[in-house]
Each structure stands twice: as structure tokens, then as C-alpha cells.
């Protein structure tokens, strides 16, 4: 066997174990899944032995009222859907002008957007909650008496902050590969400076719409820390992440629910992406070459 044949294969098999490595803990939870507590706790790593126990712990979890679990769903549907509909509508258009006006202004807006990138939640985290309850406490607008604390219109603007760095950076480097003669040619048309990009720019950022719809849909499905500090344990609103916490108590965790109910967590996010991943590679490599 030739040289390069023998890089091929050790390429192959280092990929193969990387696969292995990344895919384990999924399989770990689907094999516990269709267990019960006293066989995860004897042996995590069999085989069940009866696979139909999985949807025993579904339905389980489905009709816990602890959990809640259609009501938590929805919560977590009308947070995530909203948020990246907002996340993706601003940031675009925020981008759009950014690389359309460019100006000393609009550069130092840009490189703030980009450092607001590496700057962690917790850092932030108590400055942000102490602010939404001063914000809320001083609200006094009859159409505006909400609190943005425990409610949809807090969650939903945080994520809206906290999503807006990457997606202005991709959505830049995207634009920056649009040329600008088909906007002139809209507008000569007639276009006013919305209607070019909602129906000339908008149609060609498809895939890196897509992208950046699944990179933050991912972060805001499965986050747990910004929803547990606004909305709070016991709320009316709560999502799926904060729900499945109830199975874990100070003494027991019941093992067997939680790992199905990460399972039924994950199954809408993965379908989603396996569908969409063609868009997000593609979105992924225009965004940085371009």
C-alpha cells in the first residue's frame, strides 16, 4: 500500500472515531431512554430490555402536571419562533446598512457588534436582570404595563441582544459579496430603499437566512441559564429545558425521565437540521469567503 493510500486511511480512521466520540452521548440517551431508573443505575451502557419502555417514559412525562410538558412546549415554540424571526429581520437589515453606508460610524458599530461576540451571559447576567427590574418597575404607559421580567417581552428581547452579535457578523460577511448593481437596477426600476431589500437582497441571503435561523434556534431551544434567571421556576411560562430540571431533585433524580425527556427535546431540533443542513453549509462558507 502506497503512502498516500495509508494517509487516506488514517484519515478515515481518525474521522470515523471523531463520529464515534460525537454521536456516543446521543446513543447513550436514546439506549437509556427506554429504561427504567433501577436499570440506568445498574447499567448505563446495556442494551434495554424492553424497548417499548420508551414510550411508556413519553407518555409519562406527556401527562406529568409538574412538567407540563404540551404547555412548556408551546412556551419554548412561541420564544424560539419569535425571537429568531426578530434576531434574523434586525440583524439583517442592521447589516444591510452597515455594509451599504459605510462611514467611520458604521465601522465602529460593526467592531462593536463583532466584541459583543465574546463577551459571556454571566458576565452580564445580574446587570441584565437588575436592569429589567428597574425597566419594569418604571413602566407607567397604560399599553406598556408589562414586566419584562417572567414574561414573553423579557426572554424574548434578551435573546434578541444576545443573538444580534454573530448574526450581524454573518449576515455582513455575506453582503458584502451582493453586488450592489442589482439594488441600483431595483431602484431605477422604482424600488424605494425597503421594497429593494425585502424583494431583491432578502430572496438572495436565503442561505445564510437559514443559518443563522438554526445556529440560534439550537442556543435558544435548548438554553437553560437565561430562561431559569427571567422567567424563574414555577411560572406560568416555562420552557422545556426548565421543565425536564424538575425530575431532579435535591436527593433523587429520576433518571429515566430526564434522559426521554431530553430525547423528546431533541428530536424537533434534529429533524429540523437534517433538513436544513445543506442551507447551513452552504450559508456557513458563502458568509466567510464572501
Known amino acids: 500500500m502506497s503512502i498516500v493510500k495509508w494517509k487516506k486511511f488514517f484519515l478515515e480512521l481518525f474521522a470515523l ?46 401527562n406529568n402536571p409538574s412538567i407540563d410538558y404540551p404547555s412548556s412546549f408551546l412556551s419554548s ?47 452580564v447576567m445580574y446587570p441584565l436582570i437588575t436592569w429589567f427590574r428597574i425597566l419594569s418597575m418604571n413602566v407607567t404607559e397604560p399599553l406598556m404595563n408589562f414586566s419584562l421580567l417572567r414574561s414573553y417581552p423579557g426572554i424574548i428581547l ?28 431595483a431602484e431605477i426600476d422604482g424600488a424605494n430603499k425597503l421594497q429593494t431589500f425585502f424583494y431583491v437582497v432578502m430572496p438572495i441571503m436565503k442561505p445564510i437566512y437559514v443559518t443563522i435561523i438554526i445556529l440560534n434556534g439550537i442556543w435558544i431551544w435548548n438554553d437553560f441559564l437565561l430562561p431559569m434567571q427571567l422567567l424563574g421556576v414555577g411560572n406560568d411560562i416555562q420552557t422545556l429545558p426548565i421543565a425536564i430540571s424538575n425530575f431532579a431533585g435535591s436527593y433523587t433524580k429520576q433518571w429515566d425521565m430526564i434522559l426521554s425527556s431530553s430525547l423528546m427535546i431533541m428530536i424537533p431540533i434534529i429533524i429540523v437540521f437534517l433538513f436544513a443542513q445543506k442551507q447551513i453549509l452552504k450559508g456557513m462558507v458563502d458568509g466567510a469567503i464572501k
Do not use: C, D
Open 17 to 62: 472515531l471523531v463520529f464515534v466520540l460525537f454521536i456516543s452521548p446521543l446513543l447513550l440517551i436514546f439506549i437509556n431512554s427506554a429504561k427504567s431508573s433501577r436499570e440506568i443505575l445498574v447499567n448505563p451502557l446495556s442494551l434495554p430490555e424492553n424497548w417499548g419502555q420508551i414510550w411508556e417514559n413519553f407518555l409519562t412525562i406527556w
Open 77 to 123: 415554540v412561541i420564544i424560539t419562533v419569535t425571537s429568531l424571526a426578530l434576531i434574523s429581520l434586525v440583524s439583517s437589515l442592521a447589516a444591510w446598512g452597515l455594509v451599504r453606508y459605510k462611514s467611520k460610524t458604521s465601522s465602529l458599530i460593526f467592531y462593536m457588534f463583532v466584541a459583543s461576540m465574546v463577551i459571556p451571559f454571566q458576565v
Open 158 to 185: 434578551a435573546y434578541i441582544g444576545f443573538g444580534m452579535g454573530m448574526s450581524v457578523f454573518m449576515f455582513h460577511g455575506f453582503l458584502k459579496g451582493v453586488p450592489l448593481e442589482i439594488e441600483e437596477a
